[in-house]
């Protein structure tokens, strides 16, 4: 049975200490369906996770954009000493849209200052690159990254959705502590070359969608329980011709958890952490009852025969996790 009063475990990325889950905030500001949902509510949510022992918020400057920083930074005021943050960038951003990327100098600095003020500290903990930028070399990138660093505004460095080669010569410039990535039972792309190289490097992965947008938590029936301007409205996953054969997944996933009295997010959570102990997921929710759930996935050890089932069941996977516009920003 999946504990709902454990105490939290701890792991490494890199160098960095923090809760072996995390708590990603991006859903309380952007791109998922949030009727109902206030800001005090999603402050309480992240107050509670603290409780928790989960000391370890990931956000960004395209959330919103801007947005869930300024959330988060309302949050954790007079908290800074409990909590290790984790904020990204690297879009352009014109008048509150994407416009492509920016992996300058300048950039890297101009959105460091930008966090920093929306976020109300003093300085980051964990600085990722966004994705990456093509035009622009990751040496130079990670280099402007390294001076925060020495100027005492930036802890660690992390990038995210880096092909093996740019993380190695990213490494080279200055120490990644982690790499973020979509990682789940039923997205499992890394495991070819990413993270046979984040474990050579001692780079920790911190996976991010464990739980499959939700679909994983058995959440879904149809594409049509997702709400208006839901972004999964775009996920390949979820659109009908690949609906009936992803939810074979998630029947095995409820499988699974039923032997152990556990809920199917729980399962995806501990397989995601039985991957290895340098590989922290940061599901997001925005329900307390979801949250306290998800920390009980800490203390399930799930069987061999329980991976056999997951694995069989995540090979019967169908679809991308995203479009070909949003996929071609991904390296592999």
Request: net charge negative; aromatic share 6%; charged share 25%.
């Amino acid at each position: 049975m999946a504990s709902n009063t454990q105490v939290m475990k701890r792991r490494k990325l890199g160098q960095l200490e923090v809760s072996a889950l995390g708590l990603g905030c991006m859903g309380m500001s952007a791109f998922y369906d949030r009727t109902g949902v206030t800001e005090n509510e999603s402050i309480q949510l992240i107050h509670k996770a603290i409780d928790l022992g989960v000391d370890f918020f990931d956000t960004a400057e395209i959330y919103g954009p801007y947005t869930n920083e300024e959330l988060v930074a309302k949050a954790i005021k007079g908290k800074r000493d409990q909590v290790v943050i984790a904020t990204k960038f690297a879009w352009k951003i014109v008048n509150g849209e994407r416009v492509g990327l920016d992996g300058s100098a300048k950039n890297v600095k101009s959105s460091c200052e930008g966090s920093l003020r929306r976020l109300g500290i003093d300085h980051i903990d964990l600085f990722y690159q966004h994705r990456v930028d093509r035009d622009v070399p990751v040496e130079e990138t990670v280099g402007a990254m390294a001076e925060l660093v020495k100027e005492g505004k930036v802890r660690f460095l992390g990038l995210s959705e880096a092909g093996a080669d740019r993380i190695r010569r990213a490494h080279a410039v200055h120490p990644i502590a982690a790499v973020q990535s979509e990682y789940s039972i039923w997205e499992r792309g890394l495991e070819q070359n990413i993270i046979p190289t984040l474990d050579e490097l001692g780079i920790g992965l911190v996976p991010y969608s464990p739980l499959g947008r939700g679909f994983l938590s058995g959440s879904f029936a149809s594409k049509e329980d997702l709400k208006e301007g839901d972004f999964r409205h775009n996920d390949p996953r979820f659109q009908e011709e690949h609906f009936a054969a992803n939810q074979k997944v998630v029947d095995a996933v409820k499988k699974v958890a039923a032997n152990h009295d556990a809920t199917p997010a729980q399962v995806a959570l501990a397989w995601c952490l039985s991957r290895g102990k340098n590989i922290v997921p940061i599901p997001g929710t925005t329900k307390l009852h979801r949250l306290v759930q998800n920390c009980g996935s800490v203390d399930l050890v799930l069987t061999d025969d329980d991976q056999r089932i997951i694995d069989e069941a995540g090979n019967l996977k169908s679809g991308n996790r995203y479009n070909d516009q949003m996929m071609a920003f991904v390296e592999r």
